[in-house]
């Protein structure tokens, strides 16, 4: 009946998929109608869950999440941290994406910088994505001002022994890198 009320009025055509067929009715300015049907488009019953997880590029179950406490000890995303949580997964995805069309895959090791690392989120996820995902060997380190925040990502890398990974106080001026491929900067400021 709802759908009766409309089609003719604020809809002008219709589709109606199934295993057997396809169908089709359309409305003229006339008032008349058209229905035709067709080979069915679909074979098999299309999914009745619409809620779908996304794939991301960073596993949930990562031990550093919960230390700088993107999720919970069930490895649940925290609500407050949702939007961290999509951040980091993009910046990945942008970042698989650099490297792997780069001449940087032919590289021993890696030698990442990340400058403005504050709490560490895509510091540890760059240094967990090259070297869980992609199994390249990788040295990331952190570049920070705040000295509380070296310590603690200091703390939770070696906790976690994360080879390869460490934070330093100071800043694009002030460090200076023997070996550089891969600069990071991300700047956000809440948006």
């Given at each position: 009946?709802?759908?009766?009320?409309?089609?003719?009025n604020?809809?002008w055509?219709?589709?109606?998929?199934s295993?057997?067929?396809d169908?089709?009715?359309e409305f003229k300015?006339?008032?008349?109608?058209?229905?035709?049907?067709?080979?069915?488009?679909?074979?098999?019953?299309?999914?009745d869950?619409?809620?779908r997880?996304?794939k991301?590029?960073?596993d949930?179950?990562?031990?550093f999440?919960?230390?700088?406490?993107v999720?919970?000890?069930?490895?649940?995303?925290?609500?407050?941290?949702?939007?961290?949580?999509?951040?980091?997964?993009?910046?990945?995805?942008v970042?698989?994406?650099?490297?792997?069309?780069?001449?940087?895959?032919?590289?021993v090791?890696i030698h990442?910088?990340?400058?403005?690392?504050?709490?560490?989120?895509?510091?540890?996820a760059?240094h967990?994505?090259?070297?869980?995902?992609?199994?390249v060997?990788?040295?990331?380190?952190?570049i920070?001002?705040?000295?509380?925040?070296v310590?603690?990502?200091n703390?939770v890398?070696?906790?976690?022994?994360?080879?390869?990974l460490?934070?330093?106080?100071?800043?694009?001026?002030?460090?200076?890198p023997?070996?550089?491929?891969?600069?990071?900067?991300?700047?956000?400021?809440?948006?």
């Amino acid at each position: 009946e709802v759908i009766g009320e409309f089609l003719g009025n604020s809809f002008w055509s219709a589709h109606f998929f199934s295993l057997t067929e396809d169908v089709q009715i359309e409305f003229k300015n006339s008032g008349r109608s058209k229905w035709s049907s067709s080979k069915p488009s679909c074979s098999t019953l299309p999914s009745d869950k619409h809620n779908r997880d996304k794939k991301r590029l960073l596993d949930p179950n990562r031990p550093f999440l919960v230390a700088l406490g993107v999720t919970n000890e069930e490895h649940s995303v925290l609500p407050s941290m949702s939007r961290k949580w999509k951040q980091v997964n993009k910046f990945l995805e942008v970042f698989q994406h650099a490297y792997v069309t780069s001449q940087l895959p032919n590289v021993v090791n890696i030698h990442v910088v990340d400058f403005g690392s504050g709490k560490g989120y895509l510091t540890f996820a760059v240094h967990d994505f090259l070297r869980s995902t992609l199994n390249v060997e990788a040295t990331v380190t952190g570049i920070e001002l705040r000295e509380d925040l070296v310590r603690f990502c200091n703390e939770v890398a070696g906790r976690l022994e994360t080879g390869g990974l460490s934070f330093r106080q100071g800043d694009v001026n002030s460090y200076r890198p023997e070996t550089i491929h891969i600069l990071i900067a991300l700047h956000a400021c809440d948006t």
